[in-house]
């Protein structure tokens, strides 16, 4: 391993920029290590992290809350100094209950604008919030609030297109056995756009959306399956083509695979929680995009594809249980540790053993195009300089878009904590009286 691949990260106090302990570290890294704005009466910060487009600001994203459901921007400026770190109390807002954000809060930005947004249960047991921000406005506005009509403890959340008029989003949430789709959110009246189905399964875990079947150009809604307590009966990755499923007033879901050309699937029947965490990105470049799908439970993720119309996987064994908790992609390093132009695939390990302490990790691996295997082992390492048990960092992760072409940092959640890492040898040490 090369020198200065072992980032590592002090937890310091809260407030300000944190960077200056880390000098010893300045030709490779600094890190700005955050807590909750005050005044949030969250327990649970930093659960979940959605990065949207490249904005005006250096870098700006959102961070969820779980247990008493918050959503916090935060923002960094052009030299990464944090200049904004902005709560509201959401629950309040929208009368979100306590836990209605689950322990993975469904959230999620879009791709291609700053908005973020996210589905949680509300006081009212029929029912599910949906809501749309748009953070690159200040105050961040409210674009949109439709309700699902039925409560589903949302797992999965994300801006596509899916259906509809092609010049608008859908947002697809998957929760308690369904798949609900807001065709067109920006419609006048997006509660009349919905289609909605449902699973035989009690439990729809997290989701993503891409062009995964080879021959069909429209993208799928990609799924996890399994039970509520991932605790048996297996788990599977299915595919929903967007056309089966009717639009519905989504009070009567239909079945999400009734009348379907028959899509492929991955089932494990030993493993219950996989596509814990999921994403679809095309990491070897040939136009179809890849499953990574992790099992913390076991410790391991999953690379699948279509070969043939079969999802085949390539699995990866982390080292400790809750491997695969979280996942990102985005190309963070090379063979000389500046990105190479090649997608890598990070993973967050929040039970990992740092220094003798079950506190967690973050692992790089680089993707081998030609064996669909990750490498064997992890091209850089992030963990707290001092960690401590029950950390939990690496429970979540981000890759944020920071400052002008194609750069980026990447955003770690921990229990109550978040991490900001700043890489000097993809973009000039521009901290405020260093350059
Ligand atoms: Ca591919
Ligand atoms: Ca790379």
Known sequence: MRPGCWLLAATLAVGGCS????????????VDVSTGPAGLPETQYAAAIAAPARGEHGAVFAVAGSTNPTLTRVVYDDNGKRTDTAGDDFAQRFMIVPGGFGTAPAISADPDSQRVGFAAKVSDMTKTQVAVYDLGTDPI??????????????????????????????????????????????????????????????????????????????????????????????????????EQVQVTQANIPGNCFEGAAALPQFEKGDINDL???????????????????GSPSTGKVFILRDEGGVLVATEHMGLATGFG???????????????????????????????????????????????????????????????????????????????????????????????????????????AGRQ
């Open 19 to 30: 960077w200056t302990p880390f000098d010893d570290l300045k030709d490779d890294v600094w």
């Open 141 to 242: 506005q409210l674009i949109t609030n439709p309700l699902l009509p039925a409560q589903v403890t949302a797992e999965g959340f994300a801006f596509a297109e899916v259906g509809g008029d092609a010049t608008m989003k859908d947002l697809v949430i998957t929760g308690s056995g369904r798949v609900d789709v807001i065709v067109d959110y920006e419609a006048a009246t997006p509660e009349d756009r919905m289609f909605a189905c449902t699973h035989q399964e009690d439990a729809s875990f997290a989701l993503g959306v891409g062009k995964v079947v080879a021959g069909r150009d429209a993208p799928v809604i990609v799924v996890a399956l399994g039970s509520t307590n991932r605790n048996e009966g297996g788990s599977k990755i299915a595919l929903i083509a967007p």
């Open 275 to 293: 596509g814990e965490a999921l994403v679809v990105a095309d990491l070897d470049g040939d136009g179809l995009a890849e499953i990574i799908a």
């Open 325 to 431: 908790s979280a996942l990102a992609v985005a190309d963070f390093v090379g063979a000389d540790g500046a990105p190479d132009g090649k997608l890598d695939v990070i993973v967050g390990s929040p039970k990992a053993l740092v220094k003798g302490a079950q506190a967690g990790d973050v692992e790089v691996f680089e993707y081998d195009a030609t064996t669909h295997e990750l490498g064997a082992t992890p091209v850089m390492t992030l963990a707290d300089a001092k960690p401590s048990a029950q950390q939990q960092y690496g429970s979540a992760l981000a890759v944020v878009p920071f400052g002008g072409a194609d750069d980026h940092i990447l955003v770690i959640g921990a229990h109550d904590e978040l991490f900001t890492y700043f890489r000097t040898l993809i973009y000039a040490d521009v901290r």
